[in-house]
């Protein structure tokens, strides 16, 4: 199927189609209709059916799409079958949590070393490099590396991002709790855990209050 440009909002739903369609047992049906997705999720059928025809021609009507060939079509489309290199930024708890976690590659990345300005040590315990920060473009320009990982305090996140992008990197991944300002061509997706926990504590409130 050709590849289609579509909006952020649709490429952030797709990955969870995705986890739902892994999660259904093997002996269960080989197909899977949008309506059935859309009840399972919560979402709307419509939505579905149009995220669904943007990445996959599968569908067919009354009988809807071979699941093992969506799942494929998904994977696909949001590019997990193909690896891309990364670099991180912040080597500290939460740089090196990242660092060791397998569950990437799944998804097509591949965290190649991580920098910091006062490394306390040369490489991770599962044998990740970790390179001073004075390296960085070397490193990337040598790799061909286009994405990068900020882990570091948000006092230091837009120095950082403004050396990644000094250093050719075209995609950052923001864990610090701040707004980078990026020229238009590059690309930020951030990781706000504050965001998520108040989120999460309004919803608990509420429920609190409508039990009283």
Same mark, same amino acid.
């Given at each position: 199927?050709?590849?289609?440009?579509?909006?952020?909002?649709?490429?952030?739903? @797709?990955?969870?189609?995705?986890?739902? @369609?892994?999660?259904?047992?093997?002996?269960?049906?080989?197909?899977?209709?949008?309506?059935?997705?859309?009840?399972?999720?919560?979402?709307?059928?419509?939505?579905?059916?149009?995220? @669904?025809?943007?990445?996959?021609?599968?569908?067919?009507?009354?009988?809807?799409?071979?699941?093992?060939?969506?799942?494929?079509?998904?994977?696909?489309?949001?590019?997990?079958?193909?690896?891309?290199?990364?670099?991180?930024?912040?080597?500290?708890?939460?740089?090196?949590?990242? *660092?060791?976690?397998?569950?990437?590659?799944?998804?097509?990345?591949?965290? *190649?070393?991580?920098?910091?300005?006062?490394?306390?040590?040369?490489?991770?315990?599962?044998?990740?490099?970790?390179?001073?920060?004075?390296?960085?473009?070397?490193?990337?320009?040598?790799?061909?590396? *286009?994405?990068?990982?900020?882990?570091?305090?948000?006092?230091?996140?837009?120095?950082?991002?403004?050396?990644?992008?000094?250093?050719?990197?075209?995609?950052?991944?923001?864990?610090?709790?701040?707004?980078?300002?990026?020229?238009?061509?590059? @690309?930020?997706?951030?990781?706000?855990?504050?965001?998520? *926990?108040?989120?999460?504590?309004?919803?608990?409130?509420?429920?609190?209050?409508?039990?009283?």
């Amino acid at each position: 199927m050709e590849r289609k440009e579509v909006s952020k909002s649709v490429l952030k739903r @797709l990955p969870s189609y995705l986890a739902y @369609l892994k999660t259904i047992p093997e002996d269960a049906s080989p197909y899977i209709s949008a309506t059935a997705m859309a009840n399972a999720l919560g979402m709307g059928e419509v939505q579905v059916r149009k995220d @669904l025809a943007l990445v996959s021609d599968g569908g067919r009507p009354k009988i809807g799409y071979l699941r093992e060939g969506l799942i494929e079509d998904i994977s696909q489309f949001l590019g997990y079958d193909n690896t891309t290199d990364a670099i991180l930024v912040g080597a500290g708890k939460l740089g090196q949590a990242l *660092l060791g976690y397998s569950g990437f590659e799944a998804y097509g990345l591949n965290i *190649l070393a991580a920098f910091d300005t006062n490394p306390k040590a040369d490489k991770t315990v599962d044998g990740k490099p970790i390179i001073p920060v004075e390296r960085m473009e070397s490193f990337c320009r040598t790799n061909k590396v *286009l994405m990068g990982i900020i882990t570091v305090p948000s006092e230091h996140a837009q120095e950082v991002c403004d050396r990644m992008i000094a250093c050719g990197i075209k995609a950052i991944w923001n864990f610090a709790p701040v707004h980078l300002d990026v020229p238009g061509n590059i @690309l930020v997706q951030n990781e706000n855990m504050a965001t998520s *926990l108040a989120v999460l504590s309004m919803h608990l409130q509420a429920q609190i209050k409508e039990k009283k």
